[in-house]
């Protein structure tokens, strides 16, 4: 991957508020948005040993999934392009012309898009559906949803750097879609360090066994702290109102950090009102990483489909 050069060394900003001062707590944010301009955030993470295997074992095209706003659509597309790899990307639902802009981007990579219905996309995981998509489309190399596997969970054991440690955090706070990023980085932190998950899906308990399940994949043989807050979903995936519209636009006035509907701003905000509530000033947590996974290109896509105008 010749290429790597560009992709710099994210910031760490941190954050000075009366809150963080009368609760006495630090704050600070690792910008994983800053990353790369277009393969942004926790997804380059995911990809990149993804990426890897697949040149390793002579592999021409990657196929994967996602929804119509997807950020690892996305990220795949751009990654796919820079790299010199064809990407084949599986869409759930019915094709809406005009593309929407996640899509159009994801052509503009030269990615391939496919539909399928959501009861064939529900089987994405199958082998059925997988023997379906090698007699379609060849030998390709298949990446699940969200870069969800042993590769992409080793990859995001790579987000806390030294410059992190050095922070000397006893907390980690992440957004959670599918688990994968927070057993890279419950894997990487030390045993005083305690990782703290924010599922942007209802119901998001569903996730711990799946977390547990890659944490053993990875075959880590110590016990890890980590929990998972499931009460900031703000009503499911993609589901926003105008009080986390409000509190996004609000946070990037006050601190410059622009902030995804999806993922970012519901954990930013869950965190910012655990603040408020004493919560970790109570458990004596005292210095906070937040990690901004990306995702900032699905903003324009989440106000357009919900129809606000903020
Ligand atoms: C995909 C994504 C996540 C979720 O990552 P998982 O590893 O699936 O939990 C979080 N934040 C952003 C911005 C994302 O795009």
């Excluded at 196929?63 to 084949?88: C, D, P, R």
């Excluded at 990579?109 to 009861?119: K, T």
């Excluded at 499931?230 to 986390?244: I, M, P, Q």
């Amino acid at each position: 991957m010749g290429l790597l050069p560009i992709f710099v060394s994210p910031p760490i900003q941190q954050i000075d508020s009366k809150l963080t001062c009368t609760e006495n707590v630090e704050l600070y944010v690792l910008r994983l948005d800053l990353v790369h301009p277009l393969i942004s955030g926790n997804k380059w993470f995911k990809l990149k040993y993804n990426l890897e295997a697949a040149q390793r074992e002579n592999f021409d095209t990657i196929l994967t999934f996602g929804g119509a706003y997807s950020n690892h659509i996305y990220a795949t597309a751009a990654a796919g392009n820079l790299f010199g790899l064809k990407t084949i990307g599986v869409i759930r639902g019915e094709e809406t012309l005009p593309l929407n802009p996640t899509l159009e981007f994801a052509t503009s990579q030269q990615m391939q898009l496919v539909y399928v219905d959501r009861q064939t996309y529900r089987q994405r995981n199958s082998e059925a559906l997988r023997q379906k998509l090698y007699a379609r489309f060849g030998k390709v190399f298949i990446i699940p949803e969200g870069g969800c596997n042993l590769n992409g969970v080793i990859g995001c054991t790579e987000i806390i750097s030294q410059d992190c440690q050095s922070i000397n955090f006893d907390t980690v706070c992440i957004a959670c879609g599918t688990g994968t990023t927070l057993a890279g980085v419950a894997i990487s932190v030390n045993d005083k360090q305690h990782v703290i998950g924010f599922p942007v899906l209802k119901g998001g308990g569903f996730l711990k066994q799946d977390i547990e399940s890659l944490l053993t994949q990875y075959q880590v043989a110590k016990n890890r702290s980590w929990e998972l807050i499931c009460n900031y979903h703000f009503g499911g995936y993609a589901k926003v109102n105008n009080e986390l519209l409000r509190f996004a636009r609000d946070f990037e006035l006050e601190y410059g950090i622009p902030l995804d509907y999806v993922y970012t701003a519901k954990m930013f905000y869950g965190v910012m009102d655990l603040l408020q509530q004493g919560y970790f000033r109570y458990l004596n947590r005292r210095r906070l990483l937040l990690i901004h996974t990306g995702g900032l290109q699905g903003n324009t896509g989440t106000k357009m489909n919900q129809g606000f105008n903020f």
